[in-house]
């Protein structure tokens, strides 16, 4: 069976391959390379093999969009979920160079609004920081550029975050120390435990 696909441009092939009834996702230009198959007709092992490849690279391309509206990925880590999800290694390649060319992955603007709120919700300092980013798939180089353009413009501030992270510290410290010395206290005084009196 031949029908065409909600999205524009895109037709759904029904192929008997003999192992029972596959359906696969193919553009109408694909399809015009295959000669414009009809029904009934047989196919060879070769263009069963280009449509299985038009079928994944389809299919690689809408799990990467799917994968981006979810949430923001570098580009090795959208090609590392691509190969968990099953797309050949060649496939995901190609599908993370589209999504580029396309605008899709902008790492300056996702490096940006990282860096901004690790800095200035989290307190995290510039080694801390390269290293979660990093371990997210993102380029040293690119990292330490978008660094130096948030502290230019006045975006960020570690020597703030140091100031900030050392308070809370602090905070914290007396905090624990209270609950100690009221411990303490309790021992020294050695309060009594009331019980549950029945009348």
């Not at 694909?30 to 389809?58: N, P």
Request: charged content about 35%; glycine content about 6%; hydrophobic content about 35%.
């Amino acid at each position: 069976y031949l029908k065409p696909l909600k999205e524009k441009g895109y037709l759904r092939l029904g192929i008997d391959t003999g192992e029972g009834k596959e359906g696969f996702n193919l553009s109408e230009k694909q399809y015009g390379e295959l000669g414009c198959l009809l029904s009934g007709d047989e196919i060879t092992d070769e263009e069963l093999s280009f449509i299985r490849d038009c079928d994944m690279r389809y299919r690689a391309f809408k799990k990467a969009l799917s994968i981006l509206a979810f949430s923001d990925n570098s580009e090795r880590r959208l090609y590392e979920k691509l190969i968990r999800c099953g797309i050949s290694r060649a496939i995901a390649k190609e599908t993370v160079s589209e999504v580029l060319r396309l605008g899709y992955i902008d790492s300056h603007r996702q490096l940006s609004h990282i860096i901004t709120n690790e800095v200035n919700l989290r307190n995290t300092g510039p080694a801390k920081l390269a290293q979660k980013l990093m371990a997210k798939g993102y380029l040293r180089s690119d990292i330490e550029s978008v660094i130096s353009e948030l502290k230019e413009s006045g975006e960020i501030d570690f020597e703030a975050a140091k100031e900030r992270l050392l308070l809370s510290k602090d905070a914290c410290d007396e905090e624990e120390r209270k609950k100690l010395w009221i411990f303490q206290q309790n021992k020294l005084l050695k309060l009594p435990r009331f019980r549950n009196s029945r009348r």
